[in-house]
Nanobody, 126 residues
């Protein structure tokens, strides 16, 4: 089972990026997915999560105005749209998944997730 995150890059402040994460090895349509990020010298930070159907989402309060999580179960893919990028968004972004159809109360905790992608670097220049 592997999660592959991609779509990061160097972007100017105010720009947008769309990150994607694809699972291989088994169908992940019944899993809850999430995105986290980790800036240098900081702890891994919760960004957003989405339940198995895509009908329920959770966001970090400080990020939800600019971030949108979505999924395509037919493609075994979860996406993260980031708008109005800021230099403080610079981080490695990780996708994660857990074998739970519904988002549990511990969704913001990295330990809640069983599977992780390798991360994709997002760098925002001012």
């Amino acid at each position: 089972v592997q999660l592959q995150a991609y779509g990061g890059g160097l972007v100017q402040a105010g720009g947008s990026l769309r990150l994607s994460c694809t699972a291989s090895g088994r169908p992940f349509s019944s899993y809850t997915w999430a995105w986290f990020r980790q800036a240098p010298g900081k702890e891994r930070e919760f960004v957003a999560s989405i339940n198995w159907s895509g009908g329920v989402t959770e966001y970090s309060d400080s990020l939800k105005a600019r971030f949108t999580i979505s999924r395509d179960n037919a493609k075994n893919t979860v996406n993260l749209q980031i708008n109005s990028l800021k230099p403080e968004d610079t981080a490695v972004y990780f996708c994660a998944a857990t074998n739970e159809r519904f988002i549990g109360s511990d969704y913001y905790n990295p330990g809640y997730y069983d599977h992780w992608g390798q991360g994709t670097q997002v760098t925002v220049s001012s």
